[in-house]
């Protein structure tokens, strides 16, 4: 499905032949919005890309060189060889004086958003291959394609029905929930793919657990919580 | 393609009743200050709940004499510590309580040497130790204090909206605002869209705390 074939099933599950009430920037956003969690959820895309690492640092943001960067999940050598993942603790038990450990390096700790430490840290100009989930493009014209897999297209569609409805909150996004589940049921499915498969290419990071997320809470609207808005009849 | 939260503000005003972005600039019940105030809020949030600001900092020398050290600004936990002395020449600190300072030394307020351990409760004597760090034993020679720490990011405003993250965490300010417009108490309120928001930030955060570790 391309983006145009997208928010137009959206707009027709909305009941409108032509956007009216939701604008197709909005629903577009929405597919957006869909394709990133989606991405987030499964780390289904992901690229290889050189990284050319310079002397005298240890610790590297990954970000300035990877922008589209979700999470790394491997990293190799020019040879092909694996840098194998460590904890910052694994390190200084390993080497009490890792930080200034000088050589080719053989193991990297992944911290935070972007920061990677390397042990040891290279003394001259090092190539690195670095495999890592990366977000989405923006689907912007008609004829843009979602990249994640053909088979969850449709969940897209899904997902921004529910999103369009928050502006009406109450029944109309209750009644989009199972829609939001079936969004969320995808992309478990998805991840329990990438994610054995990962193990087979000895990824060092998996997608998100989705079975281990309680959704209850968020498939609910909160009956406690009643619209403020003065509902229309009563203005009448 | 790092996240910029001002996108986060042109992707809300829709759901937040508004019928573009000028209406939104008009509106008296809220305000892109606001917006940009909760963005920030729900930054500062993430630094502490789950851990993806980490940041290399090598900005704290020591120089002979010195036991406490004032921590970076912002700084929320320290995950691993060392001091460099140049040449190639470090020392790892030991995290420790000052519960465990007093157990292993009696004296140790006033011992000095090269430092092994950095205490976050010890605090100066006489201070109430927060955002302070302290080195046992007191240092003997100058070097830097280098710590990998977890730092609230800058204040999130108007032209300073960009956080070193990735962009897929857009998503989670989107629902930060939402969360926040919605539960103002106005005419334009809609408690359960704001809830249901607020459980939207929790499932990100939870992939944040899976793929990016924990916080506090």
């Given at each position: 499905m391309n983006l145009v074939q997208l928010y137009t099933t959206v707009s027709r599950n909305l009941n409108e032949q032509t956007p009216a009430f939701y604008p197709t920037a909005e629903i577009i956003a929405a597919i957006n919005e869909g394709q990133r969690l989606f991405s987030l959820l499964t780390l289904v895309l992901e690229t290889q890309q050189p990284w050319t690492i310079t002397p005298g640092a240890t610790f590297f943001n990954l970000l300035p060189v990877f922008a589209d960067m979700i999470v790394p999940l491997r990293m190799s050598d020019v040879a092909g060889a694996k840098i194998r993942p460590a904890r910052l603790e694994d390190l200084t038990s390993l080497d009490a004086l890792w930080p200034a450990a000088q050589g080719p390096p053989f193991r990297y700790s992944r911290i935070g958003a972007d920061l990677v430490a390397l042990y040891p840290?290279?003394?001259?100009?090092?190539?690195?291959?670095?495999?890592?989930?990366?977000?989405?493009?923006?689907?912007?014209?008609?004829?843009?394609?979602?990249?994640?897999?053909?088979?969850?297209?449709?969940?897209?569609?899904?997902?921004?029905?529910?999103?369009?409805?928050?502006?009406?909150?109450?029944?109309?996004?209750?009644?989009?929930?199972?829609?939001?589940?079936?969004?969320?049921?995808?992309?478990?499915?998805?991840?329990?793919?990438?994610?054995?498969?990962?193990?087979?290419?000895q990824y060092d990071v998996q997608p998100f657990e989705m079975s281990a997320f309680d959704r209850s809470q968020l498939l609910k609207l909160r009956k406690d919580l009643v619209p403020a808005r003065t509902p229309l009849a009563a203005v009448e | 393609m790092a996240c910029d939260t001002a996108a986060s503000l042109s992707d809300v005003w829709y759901r937040l009743g508004f019928l573009s972005q000028a209406d939104l600039n008009a509106a008296q019940w809220l305000t892109s200050g606001d917006l940009y105030q909760f963005a920030d809020e729900a930054a500062k949030r993430l630094a502490w709940t789950c851990g993806i600001f980490k940041v290399f900092d090598s900005s704290v020398a020591i120089a002979n004499g010195t036991g406490p050290v004032t921590l970076p600004p912002g700084h929320v936990f320290t995950a691993f510590a060392y001091i460099d002395y140049g040449a190639g020449v470090i020392q790892i600190l030991r995290l420790t309580n000052v519960e465990q300072l007093y157990a292993l030394d009696a004296g140790w307020t006033s011992l000095a040497g090269s430092p092994t351990r950095l205490s976050f409760d010890a605090g100066a004597p006489g201070s109430g130790g927060l955002g302070i760090a302290t080195l046992y034993p007191s240092a003997t020679a100058s070097g830097s204090l280098n710590q990998v720490i977890q730092q609230t990011p800058p204040t999130v405003q108007a032209g300073a909206s960009v956080l070193q993250v990735t962009p897929c965490i857009q998503d989670y300010f989107t629902y930060a605002l939402l969360e926040q417009a919605l539960a103002k108490e106005s005419d334009h309120a809609r408690p359960e869209v704001s809830a249901h928001a607020t459980e939207r930030m929790r499932l990100y955060e939870k992939v944040f705390q899976q793929y990016y570790g924990p916080g506090m």
């Amino acid at each position: 499905m391309n983006l145009v074939q997208l928010y137009t099933t959206v707009s027709r599950n909305l009941n409108e032949q032509t956007p009216a009430f939701y604008p197709t920037a909005e629903i577009i956003a929405a597919i957006n919005e869909g394709q990133r969690l989606f991405s987030l959820l499964t780390l289904v895309l992901e690229t290889q890309q050189p990284w050319t690492i310079t002397p005298g640092a240890t610790f590297f943001n990954l970000l300035p060189v990877f922008a589209d960067m979700i999470v790394p999940l491997r990293m190799s050598d020019v040879a092909g060889a694996k840098i194998r993942p460590a904890r910052l603790e694994d390190l200084t038990s390993l080497d009490a004086l890792w930080p200034a450990a000088q050589g080719p390096p053989f193991r990297y700790s992944r911290i935070g958003a972007d920061l990677v430490a390397l042990y040891p840290h290279p003394i001259v100009t090092t190539p690195l291959f670095v495999t890592y989930a990366r977000a989405p493009h923006a689907l912007v014209n008609d004829t843009d394609v979602p990249e994640i897999p053909v088979q969850y297209h449709p969940v897209l569609s899904d997902y921004a029905v529910n999103r369009v409805r928050q502006v009406e909150g109450a029944d109309a996004l209750a009644k989009t929930m199972p829609l939001l589940n079936g969004f969320l049921d995808a992309a478990q499915a998805c991840g329990n793919y990438v994610r054995a498969r990962n193990r087979g290419s000895q990824y060092d990071v998996q997608p998100f657990e989705m079975s281990a997320f309680d959704r209850s809470q968020l498939l609910k609207l909160r009956k406690d919580l009643v619209p403020a808005r003065t509902p229309l009849a009563a203005v009448e | 393609m790092a996240c910029d939260t001002a996108a986060s503000l042109s992707d809300v005003w829709y759901r937040l009743g508004f019928l573009s972005q000028a209406d939104l600039n008009a509106a008296q019940w809220l305000t892109s200050g606001d917006l940009y105030q909760f963005a920030d809020e729900a930054a500062k949030r993430l630094a502490w709940t789950c851990g993806i600001f980490k940041v290399f900092d090598s900005s704290v020398a020591i120089a002979n004499g010195t036991g406490p050290v004032t921590l970076p600004p912002g700084h929320v936990f320290t995950a691993f510590a060392y001091i460099d002395y140049g040449a190639g020449v470090i020392q790892i600190l030991r995290l420790t309580n000052v519960e465990q300072l007093y157990a292993l030394d009696a004296g140790w307020t006033s011992l000095a040497g090269s430092p092994t351990r950095l205490s976050f409760d010890a605090g100066a004597p006489g201070s109430g130790g927060l955002g302070i760090a302290t080195l046992y034993p007191s240092a003997t020679a100058s070097g830097s204090l280098n710590q990998v720490i977890q730092q609230t990011p800058p204040t999130v405003q108007a032209g300073a909206s960009v956080l070193q993250v990735t962009p897929c965490i857009q998503d989670y300010f989107t629902y930060a605002l939402l969360e926040q417009a919605l539960a103002k108490e106005s005419d334009h309120a809609r408690p359960e869209v704001s809830a249901h928001a607020t459980e939207r930030m929790r499932l990100y955060e939870k992939v944040f705390q899976q793929y990016y570790g924990p916080g506090m």
